[in-house]
T-cell receptor, first 113, second 111 residues
Framework: EAGVAQSPRYKIIEKRQSVAFWCNPI?????LYWYQQILGQGPKLLIQ????????DSQLPKDRFSAERLKGVDSTLKIQPAKLEDSAVYLC???????????FGQGTRLTVV | KQEVTQIPAALSVPEGENLVLNCSFT??????LQWFRQDPGKGLTSLLL?????REQTSGRLNASLDKSSGRSTLYIAASQPGDSATYLC??????????FGKGTKLSVKP
């Protein structure tokens, strides 16, 4: 069974630029999550989708971050404009049920300079 | 607001030793608890999932226990090996499925 796929693996951008991350969850998984992991911290939930609907985006900085999950499969997370404090690893995860075991991708390491 | 704490933050042990990693949470109204392993520069690998109705789960040399009433979970690793060196993360799941993570315990197993 293929795992959660994310791209790119690494990205370096200047502050105020925009960036987008892509995630393809495990086939059949209805729930998709985006987490932000700052160095030395545990991951923090940014947004949770159930199929193509948003379940929780309470911690998403909506003035600069946006996410979509068209057709309830792939998802993209965008940052525009980026700030230095956005430097982190962005992790995508999926689960079959919203209460089930979560499986994570390899993450995208973003560096904002 | 749920908070998850992991103690110790770092642990170094000689190969072959049995060890216990601790996780505590402030709100006992959890749906499940999951232990993950994270290698440097990598994503998270799921180790064990314990549903709120369960007391423990085992996988190979790993055993995780859950005591909801006291807000505690432990991950027991038997006969540790250098390949077990990684950061171990504990996460509690709410009814919606969102996971709240601790900061992790960085484990180093010396040959």
């Amino acid at each position: 069974e293929a795992g959660v796929a994310q791209s790119p693996r690494y990205k370096i951008i200047e502050k105020r630029q925009s960036v987008a991350f892509w995630c393809n969850p495990i086939s059949g998984h209805a729930t998709l999550y985006w987490y932000q992991q700052i160095l030395g911290q545990g991951p923090k939930l940014l947004i949770q989708f159930q199929n193509n609907g948003v379940v929780d985006d309470s911690q998403l900085p909506k003035d600069r971050f946006s996410a979509e999950r068209l057709k309830g499969v792939d998802s993209t997370l965008k940052i525009q404009p980026a700030k230095l404090e956005d430097s982190a690893v962005y992790l995508c995860a999926s689960s079959f049920l919203h209460s089930g075991e979560a499986f994570f991708g390899q993450g995208t390491r973003l560096t904002v300079v | 607001k749920q908070e998850v704490t992991q103690i110790p933050a770092a642990l170094s042990v000689p190969e072959g030793e049995n060890l216990v990693l601790n996780c505590s949470f402030t709100d006992s109204a959890i749906y499940n608890l999951q232990w993950f392993r994270q290698d440097p520069g990598k994503g998270l690998t799921s180790l064990l999932l314990i549903q709120s109705s369960q007391r423990e789960q085992t996988s190979g040399r790993l055993n995780a226990s859950l005591d909801k009433s006291s807000g505690r979970s432990t991950l027991y690793i038997a006969a540790s090996q250098p390949g077990d060196s990684a950061t171990y993360l504990c996460a509690v799941g709410g009814s919606q499925g969102n996971l709240i993570f601790g900061k992790g315990t960085k484990l180093s197993v010396k040959p």
